[in-house]
């Protein structure tokens, strides 16, 4: 008894153990048949007859009772209530029979002489045999059927999740956005940057936001000098603003001051007086073809703005000689519904942050470099008027309805004289940063990014929706915040200031925290012009969320009951996330509205900023319908980045962005084949062998978790390459445009190397993409092994 007494303490496990047996009525011990020898037969005959006798005697007879042994190790009530709810009552006596066998004493304690009744009590065991073994079977089935419809676990935290997104977002309303919207065009008129920024920081205030700050940066901005720049015609003496209007005291006074704002910031400064070249739109094909004709130097070249980025096109007329550019957008690329002939447009020659501190940020102290212009070029934006004027026309003639488009005739001659006169200065740009903490992962960022109002730039008004989206999905946030509940990643939301002069706020504040940045930021929501047409939704996403963005895209036209197909693309923006894309490769989404036509129109004529006014947005608008669709959708994807366990990035869309970049007519190794094959085996095999397991609920294991979040979050940092041409993006996996399929290196070096002997241009660009590949491949082989080596470790 000494021994039996020491596993008293264990019988809650033994209970447990019970249990198990009692349901699994039909199995025995090895060495027993179902056809019981005698002695055996006896034996248990004469024990149940006196288990029987035994409840039968014992009260409560229809409620289960503990084993003496049991009850005495049951102290606490909270235990025993645990081991009852656990063991079921035993419907017949198999099952504390069973139970009775497990005991080491069970022998010696209820040993008795055979009964005489034997066939009896035989024919009695065979009935209860039987009834256990039906109901065993019948419970399998109920179990297996309620396990096959009853939803996994999984499936039960992304209705969660889903239900979680459903309550904040269906607090976001057109009309307080509309409301938002109005405040804050009563602020654009304001001749202090740090007004509008004080008003949106108080607003995000009042909302709850947290750790509200103020990033200031003193910066070199390329202002309008006090009077608007000039185009003279030699032939006549007529002198013209850059909107065709002539110049006059009087027709200055009556002209709006958007034509103050009609320049390139950071233009070459002075007058020149040459012949105007029609260049067309400046690309290589049409440089080639001018210099057979014409001597271009020091000539001033006549540009269409579209096609190719306006710094490569700048940068090939400056090595060719050209002194000046007059830059217009020719009408015929517009949509009808457009008429921009006398509209003035900004546009700026900065490829991102101060010019002064190029690569590292404006922080007091710093050296500042002399750089008050960044061409040696004289660059003018025109209007479409004035270019008709240029070459004696009248407009853009239409003929059964197609539009012939602006040209000067290489047979004629025409001198003019461009006076281009702006100012550089250094001026204090805000950023507003506000931020909600994680809980979970505090230390991994989602970045949701708008523009404010820029107080010394043009009068578009365009900044105020991007800030009234952010500020009405802070608003539905923080209400479900104020209830307690907390993102698991920390969404940081930032207005920045200083985008028309080269995403200046957010470059340099990208610079001063770069090190944090690089290593925590898990992805880039861009809220950039929002509302540029009211026709199409065009998303924008890296390959990796693409697969995300379609998912919300579709799901958003299903409620909507009426939507033109969307194509998710991974092209290049305008706006403030290319700080994001091409020196940090983050992974970034954005939406916004535009017309049909423009989107089949040449590409990059958004780089003109336009003087868009209230009026007009709320022409494309009235409803804000349009506002309340990009808020949902943004706010979703974010809020899927920032709570989901395992980040929602497709590795394999990577790997084929990759190999359809590699179609094409353009050249390709075969080792660039090859190891785009392989980049794509390591990212199925990456997606099978870890990214299924984690969406497992039952494998989410922190550690593993942490460490597969930490791979996807970094995955096209491989493709980063140092140097590109001036305009195109450094990350290759972005697109110059929708037409446009293949690598936009190797589409720029195969044209550079047409009318050249040498392809050494061609050979360095097949150089960066190969490394680019193979480092993308190499990291996803890293990443494996580190699963790999991590499981062994465990097992």
Request: charged share 20%.
């Amino acid at each position: 008894m000494g021994e039996n007494e020491a596993t008293l303490p264990n019988t809650s496990l033994q209970g447990k153990k019970m249990a198990y047996q009692k349901v699994n009525a039909d199995q025995r011990a090895p060495g027993h048949s179902q056809f019981l020898d005698n002695d055996d037969l006896q034996a248990t005959a004469l024990d149940l007859e006196w288990d029987m006798e035994k409840e039968l005697e014992e009260p409560g007879f229809d409620q289960f009772q503990l084993d003496s042994a049991e009850n005495q190790n049951l102290g606490h009530s909270e235990t025993a209530d645990l081991n009852l709810d656990s063991i079921q009552p035993a419907i017949s006596p198999k099952g504390r029979f069973q139970r009775l066998q497990e005991e080491s004493d069970y022998i010696t304690h209820y040993a008795r002489p055979a009964p005489k009744s034997n066939r009896c009590n035989f024919c009695y065991l065979s009935k209860i045999l039987c009834t256990a073994t039906i109901l065993f079977i019948f419970g399998i089935v109920i179990g297996y059927y309620a396990h096959k419809n009853c939803p996994s676990d999984a499936t039960s935290s992304g209705t969660v999740y889903l239900r979680l997104y459903q309550d904040i977002l269906t607090t976001i309303q057109a009309e307080d956005i509309k409301k938002s919207f109005r405040n804050f065009i009563q602020l654009y008129k304001s001749e202090d940057d740090m007004e509008i920024s004080k008003q949106i920081k108080t607003h995000w205030t009042s909302l709850g936001l947290e750790d509200i700050q103020f990033v200031n940066y003193s910066v070199l901005l390329d202002l309008p000098g006090p009077s608007p720049s000039t185009v003279t015609l030699n032939s006549s003496g007529q002198c013209f603003y850059p909107n065709g209007q002539p110049c006059s005291e009087r027709a200055r006074k009556d002209t709006s001051q958007d034509v103050l704002y009609s320049y390139a910031a950071y233009s070459a400064k002075g007058t020149l007086k040459a012949e105007v070249i029609d260049v067309s739109y400046g690309t290589a094909d049409d440089l080639k073809r001018i210099k057979k004709m014409k001597n271009i130097t020091n000539q001033i070249a006549l540009l269409k703005l579209g096609k190719l980025p306006l710094l490569y096109k700048l940068s090939l007329l400056e090595k060719a000689g050209f002194g000046g550019v007059l830059l217009y957008i020719d009408p015929c690329d517009l949509p009808k519904t457009a008429n921009p002939s006398h509209d003035a447009f900004m546009v700026s020659l900065n490829p991102g942050g101060d010019p002064s501190t190029p690569g590292y940020p404006s922080a007091d102290g710093s050296f500042r470099q002399s750089r008050s212009n960044l061409t040696s070029l004289l660059v003018q934006p025109i209007s479409a008027s004035l270019v008709a004027k240029l070459i004696s026309s009248v407009k853009a003639r239409t003929k059964n309805d197609v539009c012939s488009p602006l040209e000067l005739p290489n047979n004629e001659i025409r001198i003019v004289s461009m006076q281009v006169q702006t100012v550089t200065e250094y001026k204090t740009v805000t950023n507003v940063v506000g931020y909600v903490r994680g809980l979970a992962s505090p230390d991994r960022y989602i970045i949701v990014g708008s523009q404010h109002h820029t107080a010394y730039s043009y009068n578009g008004q365009e900044w105020a929706s991007s800030t009234a989206i952010i500020t009405a999905f802070i608003r539905a946030l923080m209400l479900k915040v104020k209830k307690g509940w907390r993102p698991d990643r920390t969404i940081v939301f930032c207005s920045w200031g200083g985008t028309a002069f080269g995403n200046i706020g957010s470059y340099e504040w990208g610079e001063d925290f770069k090190k944090v940045l690089q290593k925590n930021v898990v992805a880039y929501i861009s809220l950039h012009s929002p509302i540029r047409g009211n026709s199409s939704l065009h998303p924008v996403a890296s390959p990796s969320l693409q697969q995300l963005v379609e998912e919300k895209n579709n799901f958003n036209c299903t409620r909507r009951a009426q939507c033109p197909d969307t194509n998710v693309s991974s092209v290049q923006i305008q706006g403030d996330a290319d700080y994001f894309i091409n020196h940090l490769g983050v992974p970034i989404v954005q939406f916004a509205y535009e017309d049909i036509k423009a989107l089949e129109a040449p590409s990059f004529l958004s780089e003109a900023l336009f003087p868009r006014h209230a009026t007009k947005i709320e022409e494309m608008d009235p409803f804000f319908k349009l506002h309340e669709t990009i808020t949902k959708l943004s706010g979703e994807v974010i809020l899927q980045i920032a709570n989901e366990p395992v980040l929602p990035y497709n590795a394999l869309d990577i790997a084929l962005e990759v190999q359809n970049s590699l179609k094409g007519d353009q050249p390709n190794t075969p080792q660039l084949l090859a190891l785009a094959s392989r980049l794509r085996e390591r990212a199925e095999l990456f997606r099978s062998d870890e990214m299924r397991p984690a969406n497992d609920p039952k494998e989410r294991a922190p550690v593993r978790v942490r460490m597969l979040n930490d791979i996807l979050q970094d995955m096209e940092k491989s493709f980063l390459v140092p140097q590109v041409p001036p305009g195109f993006y450094r990350n290759i996996l972005y697109h110059l445009d929708e037409k446009t399929s293949q690598f936009s290196i190797l589409v720029e070096a195969w044209e550079h190397c047409k009318p050249l002997a040498s392809n050494e241009t061609l050979e360095e660009a097949l150089s960066e993409v190969l490394n680019s590949i193979n480092s993308a491949q190499v990291y996803f082989k890293a990443g494996l092994d580190v699963f790999e080596s991590v499981l062994v470790g465990k097992n």
